[in-house]
């Protein structure tokens, strides 16, 4: 009964005037050999329309969309278990010129600062905890301090 509630999950955002929450519609993972230096794993997560909101975002009907790739020369399926960690300190990477995180609110940007956990596995399913920092949602100006991004949820293999 207990695992019934905890799949119901939300991406949080924490602003400048409060937290504002996000129920996830979809979180998929993915893994890919590279025929390159390195393998990668893709994170997607699909939120719907917020259910806690600031004055300033109830009238935008943000759904947040968020996409996250680690690269890795050591990256190999084995290594996606509990205790798995890894970070993307920049969102875009500049020596491909691609962006590795793509956050969508109103505005695509990349999010820094991202660390990402397993905490647990069954199956292909994977409960990951990620964090990251991306630009305020609605003041693209950079006046505003960065939002963090918090989500923990179980995601499907794509």
Same mark, same amino acid.
């Given at each position: 009964?207990?695992?019934?509630?905890?799949?119901?999950?939300?991406?949080?955002?924490?602003?400048?005037?409060? *937290?504002?929450?996000?129920?996830?519609?979809?979180?998929?993972?993915?893994?890919?050999?590279?025929?390159?230096?390195?393998? *990668?794993?893709?994170?997607?997560?699909?939120?719907?329309?917020?259910?806690?909101?600031?004055?300033?975002?109830?009238?935008?009907?943000?759904?947040?969309?968020?996409?996250?790739?680690?690269?890795?020369?050591?990256?190999?399926?084995?290594?996606?278990?509990?205790?798995?960690?890894? *970070?993307?300190?920049?969102?875009?990477?500049? *020596?491909?010129?691609? @962006?590795?995180?793509?956050?969508?609110?109103?505005?695509?940007?990349?999010?820094?600062? @991202?660390?990402?956990?397993?905490?647990?596995?069954?199956?292909?399913?994977?409960?990951?905890?990620?964090?990251?920092?991306?630009?305020?949602?609605?003041?693209?100006?950079?006046?505003?301090?960065?939002?963090?991004?918090?989500?923990?949820?179980?995601?499907?293999?794509?």
């Amino acid at each position: 009964m207990e695992k019934e509630k905890t799949d119901q999950h939300y991406l949080r955002l924490i602003r400048f005037c409060g *937290e504002e929450l996000y129920p996830i519609e979809s979180a998929t993972w993915q893994y890919q050999e590279s025929h390159e230096d390195s393998n *990668e794993l893709w994170l997607e997560i699909n939120a719907g329309p917020g259910m806690q909101l600031s004055d300033d975002t109830k009238s935008l009907n943000g759904q947040p969309h968020w996409e996250l790739t680690v690269r890795a020369e050591k990256l190999d399926l084995a290594a996606l278990k509990s205790g798995f960690k890894a *970070e993307i300190p920049i969102g875009y990477d500049e *020596e491909s010129g691609e @962006n590795l995180t793509n956050f969508y609110y109103c505005e695509h940007d990349p999010s820094d600062n @991202n660390q990402l956990e397993i905490l647990e596995k069954q199956g292909n399913r994977i409960l990951f905890r990620i964090s990251g920092e991306v630009g305020d949602v609605n003041y693209y100006d950079g006046s505003k301090p960065v939002n963090k991004i918090l989500v923990e949820a179980w995601f499907e293999e794509a």
